[in-house]
């Protein structure tokens, strides 16, 4: 089924309700078919990935605003980072909090892990830190800026991250020797909250601007896309593998899907389309069931089937 071709692709069918405070961050475990969300209540809790049930089970409380949260490869920890710079390191398996380590001293917005045993995060407080996760120590903290850090992306080849800056910059640096090598200045004209790759190999980036951009990323970058897609912040991008399509998040409460190599819009899921009626914070795509799941300040989270 060509999925660009109907008019109406996305709709809602599902609502998890029952966080307390603003939901911030989501992350899916496609094994296990397990959607975990966190937010303003310091709950991390676990959903079913299908939308079966109503019920979310609670798996710790943090007593914390988080911010940002993965699942480690392992499938048995997540980590989680709260407003003021602490991460939880939960067991999965026992329940419970097994580490909380506080050497950020601001936000912790984003984590990338690089092996088995080591995980990168980054924070408002402009640095990254490179942490033993079996250990749950920081071995190496690298200042890029002094203003912050907001996104975080892998190279294609893996060998270097791509850093999102309130500072309007994005930040290459090496996996190597943690350096800086390139710098892509004013790519934003004010905080670079989100970035993507599409299938040609393009990256893709939304700002508090408001705007959606496409750069060919050569040996000097080049921007060849620039649109105001939202009317204010673009807080999420993901893509919606393997569809050729695009969904960005907003503090203007809208979701927005996109064609990936054009930006052409496709289709606009606000209140009137049984959307959010707060900014919409985080989207985690659920490749196993064409799933778009969308978490916001209005506490809830919602799934829209895709086709």
């Known amino acids: 089924m060509d999925v660009l071709s109907k008019e109406k692709f996305a709709t809602l069918f599902k609502e998890y ?19 975990y969300s966190a937010g303003g209540d310091g709950w991390i809790v676990k959903w079913q990935g299908a939308g079966e049930g109503n019920d979310g089970y609670l798996v710790a409380d943090t007593k914390a605003t988080i911010f940002s949260m993965m699942i480690l490869e392992d499938n048995k920890t997540i980590v989680a980072g709260d407003m003021y710079g602490r991460i939880f390191w939960i067991d999965l398996e026992d329940k419970v909090v097994k580490a909380e380590t506080y050497n950020h001293t601001k936000g912790v917005f984003g984590f990338y892990q690089v092996s088995p045993t080591h995980l990168i995060s980054i924070s408002r407080d402009g640095t990254t830190i490179l942490w033993n996760t079996v250990l749950c120590l ?17 190279s294609i080849d893996n060998n270097t991250l791509y850093l999102g800056g309130t500072d309007h910059h994005i930040y290459e640096l090496s996996l190597i ?11 934003h004209e004010n905080t670079v909250f989100a970035m993507l790759w599409n299938q040609k190999k393009q990256l ?19 921007l060849i896309a620039d649109i105001a897609a939202h009317w204010y ?21 809208t979701i927005r899907l996109w064609h990936e190599d054009t930006l052409a819009p496709i289709q606009l899921l606000d209140f009137q389309h049984k959307g959010h009626i707060n900014s919409v914070n985080q ?25």
């Open 17 to 35: 309700k029952g966080h307390n405070g603003s939901v911030y961050t989501l992350a899916y475990d496609e094994e296990k078919d397990e959607l």
């Open 138 to 154: 920081a071995e190496l903290t690298v200042v890029v800026n002094h203003q912050g850090l907001r996104s975080i992306l892998p």
């Open 177 to 187: 020797d943690y350096s800086v090598k390139k710098i892509i200045a004013a790519a």
């Open 204 to 222: 893709i980036t939304g700002g508090r601007d408001a705007h959606l951009k496409m750069w060919d990323m050569n040996e000097t970058p080049q």
């Open 233 to 253: 912040t673009i807080n999420d991008i993901v893509h919606l593998k393997p569809l050729p399509i695009i969904a960005t998040a907003s503090r203007d409460k």
């Open 283 to 307: 989207l985690q795509w659920l490749a196993p069931h064409h799933i778009l799941a969308s978490a916001s300040d209005d506490r809830l989270i919602k799934l829209w089937r895709i086709g």
